[in-house]
């Protein structure tokens, strides 16, 4: 009996790994197609000057919930002011920090408090006041004060509350973002056939971490110098560029990253905004506006652009990455749960059918799957249970499988127009990816199992401060 456990264990584990290698290849031609599509067609200039001239150019809101973020708030805000954009709004939400930003806000961009008629469409933690500065070149700017609501989400539904133009790009006071970034995602909204509704675009996100930033603007774009920052700019790299580049191409885009999205705030309203007890409130927001549509049986489209539209700091250490992580993993767990009747149900589309599948599958089993086979590995190891001739002849194919993923990502940043400018930046992509497996990935998959273990007994949870080093240590100095 117990030899048929392991064996039915080994073959489960063997066409497990090969479904999730399948899938990859998978996303990586989907990928692929619509890079060189959009090589061949898209034209920076000639979307800059079209949306500058036309009398019909949407107004874009920015909202930024901030919470302890006196190291970075006045940089980033510089970055979201300085923007080229004909038509938008910066709406930093002061969700009860307990630290200096809400008064250095005050006192940098001499902000006073004005009479405004909050309208609450969107459930959240008491309002307070708001705030417009007296200085004419930042009429664009408007903090809201609040209460602090224990959540990013809270935050931003009060955001989306005060906004005034009909897209909202939902970001982080901790991102620097690209001056082209509005540009990039409006226009697949502007361009759509009208056959279906763009409720959503999600923009590449990589990490800050190394890059020089000066006067809230990025001037030089490095590779992270630092391990784990470096471990991640390669994971965000391969979840835009292949992940999300290939679920786009299919409509099922699991999630708008929380560091940058944009949003149709008329369908993100009507589907209730996002969850204010949500820990993982860019996945949750795009399962409510994809099940508001499947309801009302309305054509949709969520696309990804795969142009860089922020830098975000990513954590520098174990204990934040720790931090981020266990968070990540107990909204994940979230998430499927609140939304659990839409998976494997025909009526969500894509995201029924496809997508939430393949979270349960691929992302939340992934780490259950992974220890335990790691421990009937040890085992196995121990008994002599092992086909060692086997083994290492699966385990170089699955590890020089990942490689060539890093190659691609390589060939795909191309495309895109070549994010960095000397080989020795794609070299250290290149040992991220030989070490990758053996020092980072054991981390994530300890900390996911935290994080389910965290939901499980911790009803309490709270919203933690991501602790920031800033960016001032990279300004160069003129």
Partial sequence: MKDFIFDFFNYAVFFYSSLLILSFILFSILSLRALRKRWNTYLRGYVREVIRKSPYTPGISIIAPAYNEETTIIDNVNSMLALDYPLFEVVIVNDGSTDSTLQKMIEYYRLVEVPYAYMERIKTKPYRRMFRSTLPRYKQLTLVDKENGGTKADASNAGINTAQYPYF?????????????????????????????????????????????????????????????????????????????????????????????????????????????????????????????????????????????????????????????????????????????????KKYRQTGLLTLPYIVVFEFLAPIIECSGFLTFLYLAFTNGINWHTAWLILLSVYGFCQLLTLIIIVFDYYVGMRYSTVREYGLLMLASLLEPFIYHPFLTFFSLKGYTNYLVAHDFKWKKMERAGFKHNIKKS
């Avoid at 250490?317 to 909204?331: F, V, Y």
């Fill in 169 to 345: 790009i939902c970001t982080d006071v901790d991102c620097i973002l690209n001056t082209n970034a509005l540009y990039d995602c409006i226009w697949p909204i502007i361009s759509s056939d009208n056959r279906k509704q763009v409720i959503a675009v999600s923009g590449t996100m990589l990490m800050g971490n190394g890059c020089i930033v000066n006067k809230g603007q990025m001037e030089q774009v490095r590779m992270p110098r630092t391990p784990i920052p470096l471990f991640q700019q390669l994971e965000y790299m391969r979840s835009f560029l292949i992940g999300k580049m290939g679920w786009s191409a299919l409509n099922g885009i699991p999630n708008v990253s929380g560091g940058f999205g944009l949003f149709d705030r008329s369908v993100a309203i009507a589907a209730g905004g996002y969850d204010g007890t949500s820990f993982a409130e860019d996945m949750d927001l795009i399962t409510r506006m994809v099940g508001y549509m499947c309801d009302f049986n309305l054509p949709y489209r969520i696309v990804q652009v795969p142009d860089t539209c922020c830098w975000t700091e990513g954590p520098p250490g174990l204990r934040m990455l720790q931090r981020q992580r266990t968070r990540w993993a107990r909204g994940l767990i979230q998430t499927l749960a609140i939304h659990h009747k839409m998976i494997f149900n």
